[in-house]
């Protein structure tokens, strides 16, 4: 007998779960800010930042030159410059007065200075300066300038000592310009690009920030119509907090398998960024990820009480998120007390672990410690989402009883008014 109760109560959870499954996915169809952030963003989104750094690089940074040398040495350096792939000569200026006027108009992005005793200072076997003033909102720029300036000074730098070392054959004077001879190969992301090194941080970062939107717009939308206070009179299959969790999750869990899809497969290969992880260890790692965002974000929404104010708090920590996950900034630069924050988030350990796969081609046994870690936060944000839904099932009831006291006792006051 106590089999058949046990399981007649597991039949009756579960399809009080199901029924919580079809009710929420009706709702998330009837909220258009819901469907904008579970379906819009996540669509449109990717392919926007993967469109605008499809480039990777930045070319023909325009810069304004000064030259004060007006020598045949200054015009050399000049016309490397401007034959570089990242640099263009957008025109020369007098002095630095009109070149500082330039670079704040952002008619240029930098100013290459040559004094007046560049070439003097060559021929007199002194080194020479060159001066590059960078305008630094834009990392990108600044990294083209200065180091195709460095690059021009560096080739014209090996000529030189060349010529006056006196050798006689061509290896001999590649030896003496280049003794320690070496090969540049960017590890993990042959284009040296800016989209391959970031995108995969900011995708798994939009599935994370997009999903805890839609779940705390969804509360907040049914805080608002007081839908939620009326659960436990109303409607009967609302009784049970892991029911609740349970018919929630599925519904955010299968319409994000398709968004997962989405944002960690097809956008990197239309865009034709690093994808070298195996399906088997990708689809192991967005499991535990998927959940722990799920949970996170019901935790998220039962604890701020309005949809604007999930909204204004996930946008605004997004940013921060990027730097903590360790993609934009190294983590061992990291304190240990913002190492300690950014283990609160899903997202550090998802980043780090799809890079890891999609991006160095590494295997699930290379991840193991953020994978076990995802699975712990599936673990405490499943227990702190029950937690607060059984906190409010318990306020709501109470709000409830005592509604109900009121009017027993108003139409109590109503009853002795009439006797």
């Known amino acids: 007998m106590k089999k058949e109760g046990l399981l007649a109560t597991i039949i009756e959870g579960f399809r009080d779960a199901c029924y919580i499954w079809r009710e929420e996915l009706r709702q998330v169809f009837k909220d258009e800010g ?61 002095d630095m007065d009109e070149a500082k006027m330039l670079l704040g108009r952002q008619v240029v992005k930098a100013i290459y200075y040559i004094p007046s005793d560049f070439q003097t200072h060559v021929n007199r076997l002194e080194q020479a300066v060159v001066s590059v003033y960078c305008d630094m909102s834009l990392m990108l720029t600044y990294k083209a300038a200065y180091q195709t300036a460095m690059a021009v000074s560096q080739q014209m730098g090996s000529e030189i000592q060349v010529r006056l070392a006196g ?19 960017p590890l993990f992301n042959p284009s040296g690009g800016y989209g391959s ?26 805080r608002e119509s007081s839908r939620f206070q009326d659960l436990v009179p109303i409607q009967k299959h609302y009784h049970g907090t892991f029911r609740i969790v ?32 195996h399906w088997q260890d990708l689809l192991l790692l967005m499991f535990p990820y998927t959940l722990a965002c799920i949970f996170f974000g ?3 929404s039962c604890i701020i009480r309005y949809r604007e104010n999930v909204m204004l708090l996930i946008v605004f920590v997004s940013i921060p998120l990027l730097f903590l996950s360790g993609a934009s900034w190294p983590q061992a630069s990291m304190s240990g007390f913002w190492q300690g924050v950014s283990w609160l988030f899903p997202s550090t350990f998802g980043v780090r672990a799809y890079i890891c796969l999609n991006s160095m081609g590494g295997t699930l046994s290379d991840i193991l410690v953020e994978y076990h870690l995802l699975w712990l936060q599936v673990l405490a944000y499943f227990l702190l989402a029950c937690a607060v839904y059984r906190f409010q099932i318990i306020q709501s009831r109470r709000h409830a009883m005592e509604r109900l006291n009121n009017l027993k006792r108003k139409r109590l006051s109503r009853l002795t008014a009439t006797e």
């Not at 090194?197 to 705390?216: H, K, N």
């Open 167 to 185: 050798r006689y054959t061509h290896r001999e004077e590649q030896i003496q310009a280049r003794p320690l001879d070496y090969d540049e190969v």
């Open 34 to 94: 819901v469907l904008i952030f579970f379906f819009i963003v996540p669509l449109a989104y990717p392919l926007l930042y993967s469109w605008i750094y499809n480039n990777e690089v930045v070319r023909e940074v325009p810069v304004v030159v000064v030259d004060d040398s007006h020598s045949h040495l200054s015009r050399d350096f000049i016309r490397r410059c401007d034959a570089s792939p990242d640099v263009s000569i957008a025109c020369h200026a007098s």
């Open 197 to 222: 090194a970031i995108l995969p941080a900011v995708l798994m970062i939009i599935l994370q920030q997009t999903l805890v939107l839609g779940i705390g717009m969804a509360a907040g939308t049914a």
């Open 246 to 277: 349970l018919g929630k999750t599925l519904c955010y869990f299968m319409i994000y398998m398709l968004m997962g899809l989405w944002l960690t497969v097809i956008v990197p290969r239309l865009f034709h960024f690093p994808c070298l992880a």
């Open 298 to 300: 019901i935790t998220v």
